[in-house]
């Protein structure tokens, strides 16, 4: 019986683009056979004669006799339930086996698929079935079962989800049997209230679709797609199904025409290639039309070119791009990088001469079968010469299980109730896109497109992120609020606290849900104090502000001439400052009486290269060769002496550090910098800007050589990312 006989929400079938790629089976008639038909031991009931026809389509060397088996089981405990549609009920089990064996699914799968329901609404028990079956069948028919009303109430349903979820984290197979069976409920949905099927409709465009979508199996999430879209929206349904009832009734089909000429083109090549008219699913068409407006021929359906090697998909588009006049705008090549859900294919497309656009898909046999079925066509991942993995509990760990169902599993984890984890779920599903961002290290984080460095620091370190202080992105630092981009090179720079607190304002910026949780779950175990929330900004920077608050004082004038040669005060310039205090360095000049001074916008140091300019009234300041205020001195024409180092090693020197704010940072950087045989000798703290703080300190050397050595100190205190001598204007 077709999805279109048992559910009224779904019209009658459509000829043309709506035709699904394979024949649906006669589900009431097998119901029949089922029940009447031969069940000799030594062959295969009738029943099942189709799913054995399609698993042998692509397993030839099967061993059926596990499914044999399994559907005298099912049968026999299933007898006499109906389901509300008046088919027997062993119908459904066969008809998603049936499902999952067109997909090309192994046996295992096709035989817990078959026994799916068994535990649930029959006699029949789990360790009945481990022994008759082995443990494999048993932990898929036990990851699809359900828990009971009774023991969850109104929890029952996420509850059960997340059991199906962490079942598929170790098995994959585990959802491919859900996402079947959720595809013929579906279709037989129509038996039902309209307020069932529209809340049915829901959870599966909520979860299962994007689950579909993630896992890869397209055949599925397409057909899911039209049902849900007939359920929830039947007047778009409606219209939809009228273009495309219409468009299968023009007498031109520029999607045939064009077929014709690209297999021509490929053929003139020596490329063996088989091409296919792809038409749009419902939806498909729906989300097309709404983006381009009225439809034309072309836009109904797209070209899938197959061919043998992954060469040949490249050697199909040169032809293409060379003999036709191809829309460069719409290349994407996901086979050099393949999509999260394993789905690769060269997608282009050309133009006809009337303007037209006709989009073409390019890929292996093997690609397509992928793109089909997903997961499903990976068979048995524990199959192979290696030894199968495991994890420290036991549990089998999946080999193909990709990076977003391990964030959803981290996460789930630690969800704190049943309502949390629904919600919080829909929400995580509903970010289909995915990007890739590479750690210094060489290795890659998976994240949801819009993720932020937020995300990526909980993504890597857990609820270790806590004491994140900040990033680099690219190799630039970037604030925790940066969103990242596919390719980003991401390094997190962490701090050594282990009571460090995360901020309430990172969850403004927190788009993963292992994220929220974590920061909300710290929140709300520890409750804010009376006093000033972290917000990026240093504990003690206000201290330190009243602390090392700056001298008032206007710094000293110096006299210089005017144009008739008279001296007349000018108050000197930041560049200008001098250090004369004592302690500093000394410098040498040739020149007799002169005064010379440090100058405290670079405060150079032994062993600096260093040049000086002479002043009024006999006084050279000494500079670093790069310092900014050596070029503006020789623009106004100040005259250049030579300077050289003494003797004395003992060195005065100002430093900028920048950092991200953090409790108790002024107290590590003044206890490095001690350790260090630095003596303070001024310091001041800027208010904070974008969770960075800067801090000026001119510090008192024992002996100019300890400089590097006090520098690495200060730049190995966590939240300290840069440490920097006075090169310019202070101010």
């Known amino acids: 019986m077709s999805a279109e006989a048992t559910n009224p929400a779904t019209p009658g079938p459509v000829a043309g683009p709506a035709a699904r790629w394979r024949a649906r089976i006669d589900l009431r008639r097998l119901g029949r056979a089922a029940l009447l038909g031969p069940a000799a031991r030594d062959r295969l009931p009738d029943a099942i004669s189709h799913v054995a026809e399609a698993h042998r389509a692509h397993h030839p060397d099967a061993d059926l006799e596990p499914l044999r088996r ?165 007047e778009e349904y409606e219209r939809t199904r009228a273009l495309i009832v219409d468009n299968a009734s023009r007498a031109d089909d520029p999607l045939a025409e064009i077929a014709d000429e690209v297999r021509g083109v490929l053929r003139e090549a020596g490329i063996q290639a088989e091409v296919v008219i792809r038409p749009r699913h419902f939806v498909s068409v729906h989300r097309t039309a709404r983006k381009r407006g009225r439809l034309r021929g072309a836009d109904f359906g797209r070209l899938l070119v197959l061919v043998g090697e992954d060469a040949d998909c490249y050697g199909v588009l040169g032809e293409l791009h060379t003999c036709m006049t191809p829309v460069v705008s719409e290349f994407k090549d996901f086979i050099a990088v393949p999509k999260f859900n394993l789905y690769q294919s060269l997608h282009t497309a050309v133009a006809r001469g009337d303007g037209q656009v006709v989009e073409v898909l390019i890929r292996t046999h093997q690609m397509h079968k992928v793109a089909e079925a997903g997961v499903v066509a990976l068979g048995n991942p524990y199959v192979g010469p290696a030894e199968e993995p495991s994890s420290a509990d036991g549990e089998r760990a999946d080999p193909t299980r990709p990076g977003w169902l391990s964030r959803l599993l981290d996460w789930q984890a630690a969800a704190p109730d049943a309502d949390t984890f629904w919600s919080t779920l829909r929400e995580d599903l509903a970010q289909d896109r995915e990007i890739t961002v590479f750690r210094p290290d060489g290795g890659t984080l998976g994240l949801p497109e819009g993720a932020t460095c937020v995300d990526a620091a909980y993504a890597q370190y857990g609820e270790d992120a806590h004491a994140c202080l900040g990033a680099r992105v690219n190799g630039r630092l970037a604030t925790l609020s940066t969103v990242l981009k596919d390719g980003d090179t991401v390094q997190l720079l962490m701090g050594q606290d282990p009571a460090a607190e995360p901020s309430k304002e990172w969850l403004e910026h927190a788009h993963t849900p292992a994220a929220r949780i974590a920061i909300q779950r710290w929140i709300a175990t520890h409750p804010a104090p009376e006093a000033p929330e972290r917000s990026g900004t240093a504990g003690g920077v206000a201290e330190a502000e009243r ?92 005259r250049e002496v030579g300077v050289r180092w003494g003797d004395t090693a003992e060195c005065r020197v100002t430093l900028f550090a920048e950092s991200f704010g953090r409790p108790h940072l002024l107290a590590d950087l003044t206890e490095a910098m001690a350790g260090e045989g630095a003596e303070i000798v001024s310091a001041t703290v800027e208010p904070p800007s974008q969770q960075r703080v800067r801090h000026t300190y001119t510090v008192q050397l024992p002996d100019a050589a300890l400089l590097p050595g006090l520098m690495r100190a200060m730049r190995n205190v966590a939240g300290v990312y840069d440490v920097s001598r006075a090169q310019g204007p202070a101010g």
């Open 547 to 638: 602390a090392f608050r700056p001298s008032a004082a206007e710094p000293p004038a110096v006299d210089t001439p005017d144009s008739a040669g008279r001296s007349t005060p000018e108050p000197q310039t930041p560049d200008e400052r001098v250090d004369d205090r004592p302690g500093a360095a000394v410098a040498l000049v040739d020149q007799p009486g002169a005064t010379v001074r440090l100058a405290g916008c670079c405060t150079p140091v032994p062993p600096d290269e260093i040049t000086g300019f002479a002043v009024r009234g006999g006084v050279v300041t000494v500079h670093r060769v790069e310092c900014a205020a050596v070029a503006r001195m020789k623009d106004m024409g100040r």
């Open 70 to 234: 399994a559907w005298v089981l099912a049968e026999s405990s299933h007898r006499g339930q109906m389901r509300k549609s008046g088919e027997p009920y062993i119908t459904h089990p066969l008809a998603v086996t049936l499902i999952l064996a067109e997909l090309g699914a192994e046996t295992t799968t096709l035989t817990a698929s078959l026994l799916h329901d068994t535990v649930e609404d029959t006699e029949v028990t789990l360790d009945q079935v481990g022994e008759e079956f082995g443990e494999e069948v048993r932990f898929l028919v036990d990851g699809v079962t359900k828990l009971e009303k009774v023991d969850y109430g109104a929890a029952a349903e996420p509850e059960t989800f997340r059991k199906m979820l962490v079942a598929t984290g170790n098995d994959v197979r585990v959802m491919s049997i859900k996402l079947a069976d959720r595809l013929h409920n579906m279709r037989t949905l129509g038996v039902m209230r309209p307020e069932k099927q529209a809340r049915i409709a829901k959870v599966t465009r909520d979860v299962l679709i994007p689950l579909a979508e993630r896992l890869g199996v397209q055949a599925l999430k397409t057909e899911l797609e039209d049902l849900v879209f007939a359920i929830l929206h039947p």
